[in-house]
């Protein structure tokens, strides 16, 4: 019963893809870049770009199960492969901001929401997870605070409870081998509620560096995060913050409430990931 993961270098693709093999199951670890995957060697291995339609035809030979990331473009052909080749369950790493009132038209929602549907309307049996913003996401601040230069930030103040990908694995897993989470759209947080402030002040404890953070204007955010990134991306991440600076964040389902363990922590990861933020 193999399981096809797809976003095999993403790194929930990757931890999932450990945790099978370490588990003994069958997993086959797909990737549009294959050659620059780091898997264990026997891990078997296909080139899947889901955008291209047909492209996962063989890599879809002899699998029971998905873990999916969601790519919008080509999900139809994605779809009509996966139920001729016998699949019977996919996992989609969604995003809790497919919850939002405008997720169809909001550009960090509308693909996954597209995909979902898409899913649903297909009628196949599948699990949503709805992470809500990860702890790698605090790798965005690696260029400044190795380089002593302060964090600028136009909401230094919004509350988010980031969640480990390492947690979202562990669930990731339990949906695909286990029973209790199958077929349940799941939301998912951390354990506890941080400001980027508070979040700046863990990495620097853990570093053991001062950290600065500098208040800047919305335009001025707009402007900086427009270089990674659509203008109209970086606006609605711009507005979901100022919506988060009004108290703490909620906390949604979590390895706590799922796989009865307690959530890895946001100093966890700083601590696990501080070689990414040494001074250069
Ligand atoms: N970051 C957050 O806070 C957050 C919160 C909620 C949801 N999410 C969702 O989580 C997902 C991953 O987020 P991330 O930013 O952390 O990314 P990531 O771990 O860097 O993973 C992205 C991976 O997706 C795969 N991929 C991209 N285009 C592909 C394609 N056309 N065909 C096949 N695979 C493709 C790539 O893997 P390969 O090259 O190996 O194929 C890539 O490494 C996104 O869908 C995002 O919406 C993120």
């Not at 016998?86 to 929602?109: I, Q, R």
């Not at 001025?220 to 970086?234: S, V």
């Amino acid at each position: 019963m193999t399981v096809l993961v797809t976003g095999a270098r993403g790194k929930i693709g990757q931890a999932v893809i450990n945790r099978l093999h370490t588990a003994g199951l069958p997993v086959r670890a797909a990737s549009a870049k294959p050659a620059e995957l780091a898997v264990p060697s026997s891990v078997d291995i296909a080139e899947v770009d889901l955008s291209r339609p047909g492209a996962s035809r063989d890599a879809l030979d002899g699998v029971r199960q998905v873990f999916l990331y969601p790519q919008p473009e080509g999900i139809d052909a994605f779809i009509e492969t996966a139920q001729t080749a016998g699949v019977e369950h996919l996992v989609l790493l969604s995003s809790s901001s497919v919850l939002a009132a405008d997720a169809e038209t909001d550009p960090l929602a509308a693909h996954s929401l597209h995909v979902e549907r898409a899913l649903t309307a297909a009628k196949l049996p599948c699990t949503f997870l709805r992470p809500d913003a990860f702890a790698s996401n605090a790798l965005g601040w690696s260029h400044s605070i190795s380089r002593g230069l302060p964090i600028q930030l136009a909401h230094p103040d919004a509350h988010i409870a980031p969640i480990h990908p390492e947690d979202i694995a562990d669930i990731a897993v339990e949906a695909l081998i286990g029973t209790t989470l199958k077929g349940r759209a799941i939301t998912l947080t951390g354990g506890q509620s941080l400001t980027f402030r508070e979040q700046i002040a863990v990495l620097a404890d853990v570093l053991d560096r001062d950290i600065r953070v500098e208040t800047i204007t919305h335009e001025q955010a707009e402007q900086q995060m427009g270089r990674f990134m659509p203008t109209p991306m970086a606006g609605s991440l711009l507005a979901l913050w100022a919506a988060a600076s009004t108290g703490p964040a909620a906390i949604a389902d979590t390895t706590r409430t799922l796989l009865d363990r307690p959530e890895r922590t946001f100093r966890q990861w700083a601590t696990e990931n501080a070689a990414a933020f040494a001074a250069r």
